[in-house]
């Protein structure tokens, strides 16, 4: 089988002869201070290093990398992405050194840091956070989803990308509803909101939705036929369990999130990969029911979310991305040997019937050694294969 013919049969929950694997992408990438180290230590000569992610200071990788991972995914990526930064150059904003996004956010950090000493950018200045009515939130300036500008050039990469090679196709994230109004209001605020003012983030959320569609519709009509994946965002869980009571989620999140699910499954023949991290078993059913056929970067070190019993549990309604190998412990502290026991032990609860495309688990953090990055993928085409039946 080819790249794209192995993704699209897992992702219909069938085996194909190998479990697809994906590297690059904006939560299965890696940092690039990581991205510098691992190139140096695999000897490949990247002359043109570029942030596919700016805000989470995120490597594009190189061509020849990707092929000594056999990955089998590539991205078309807009412009700017989901956080558009057109402008790498940060700005100065009080004790805060960083950039604006589209929305008004502005994404910063310690004024007081060198730039090369700079890990991320968190939002930091909430756009939202005096307003007080529905009416501000509607009179809002907001941006375009119409604007093509992000797009110019896609469609005859996309096409050539179709059409000259054998990969599975993806984007970046299109789309981002409950979780960007945490951005406008700020974190608590909008968690507090969503108990004691529902009204304000149901407005917020209906102008991120408005936006996200808008999106869509101008992105997909350029490049959706080329597509295989589309990419959501919606972090709702932290480590131990949902962020919110999952009555707010049912009644006031999903119904919004739902819509935006629709709309891209009547745009593109495409599968939706939501993304969401933390401990997230009591919200797959919702996932599945909204119309998400896969969910990353699943996170196997946060609460309920040992691999056997999540494929056991979820395997037939969703697709897991993600999975291979504990990010906060196992992949900057253990050694190699410890990465590949753990990688094929996660492999191996994943990949029976299909379903399951093998990744980091988020993004590949800064500290974390060349050899432990090139072990985990090591171990990934070694316990890859399927036991093909006569």
């Not at 502290?333 to 094929?344: A, H, Q, S």
Request: proline letters at 6%; aromatic letters at 12%; glycine letters at 8%.
């Amino acid at each position: 089988m080819n790249s794209r013919e192995r993704v699209k049969i897992t992702l219909n929950h069938e085996e194909p002869d190998m479990v697809p694997i994906d590297f690059g992408g904006h939560q299965s990438g890696i940092h690039i201070k990581a991205y510098k180290k691992l190139i140096d230590f695999l000897d490949i000569r990247d002359d043109n290093i570029q942030y596919c992610d700016f805000v989470q200071q995120i490597a594009l990788p190189c061509e020849e990398l990707l092929e000594r991972f056999n990955v089998d995914i590539r991205y078309i990526r807009p412009l700017g992405g989901m956080v558009n930064v057109n402008e790498f150059e940060p700005q100065y904003e009080g004790k805060y050194v960083g950039v604006y996004d589209q929305f008004g956010c502005f994404w910063g950090n310690d004024v007081n840091k060198d730039l090369d000493d700079i890990l991320y950018y968190d939002p930091v200045i909430h756009p939202f956070a005096d307003l007080k009515s529905v009416q501000e939130i509607e009179n809002y300036d907001w941006p375009n989803g119409k604007d093509k500008t992000p797009f110019k050039g896609l469609k005859d990469y996309a096409k050539k990308l179709r059409t000259t090679t054998d990969f599975a196709v993806s984007t970046p994230p299109t789309g981002c509803i409950y979780e960007y109004t945490t951005f406008l209001f700020g974190f608590t605020k909008a968690l507090r909101y969503l108990r004691t003012k529902p009204e304000l983030i149901i407005a917020a959320m209906e102008g991120l939705l408005k936006y996200w569609i808008e999106y869509n519709i101008t992105f997909l009509n350029e490049v959706g036929e080329y597509l295989d994946v589309i990419c959501v965002n919606g972090d709702l869980g932290e480590q131990a369990g949902p962020i919110m009571n999952l009555k707010m989620y049912e009644q006031i999140i999903k119904p919004v999130e739902k819509k935006l699910s629709k709309k891209i499954h009547e745009l593109a023949d495409v599968k939706i990969n939501y993304h969401c991290c933390g401990s997230t078993p009591l919200f797959i059913p919702h996932w599945a029911e909204i119309g998400y056929d896969i969910y990353n970067p699943v996170q196997i070190s946060a609460y309920d979310m040992e691999p056997c019993s999540l494929k056991k549990r979820f395997g037939n309604m969703i697709t897991f991305w993600g999975g291979m190998c504990n990010t906060q412990g196992t992949l900057p502290f253990g050694t190699p040997k410890d990465i590949r026991l753990e990688v094929k032990r996660n492999i191996e609860c994943f990949k029976p019937g299909g379903g399951f495309v093998a990744a980091n688990i988020h993004n590949i953090t800064a500290e974390v050694p060349p050899q432990n990055i090139v072990a985990m993928f090591d171990a990934a085409n070694e316990f890859r294969n399927y036991i093909q039946k006569e």
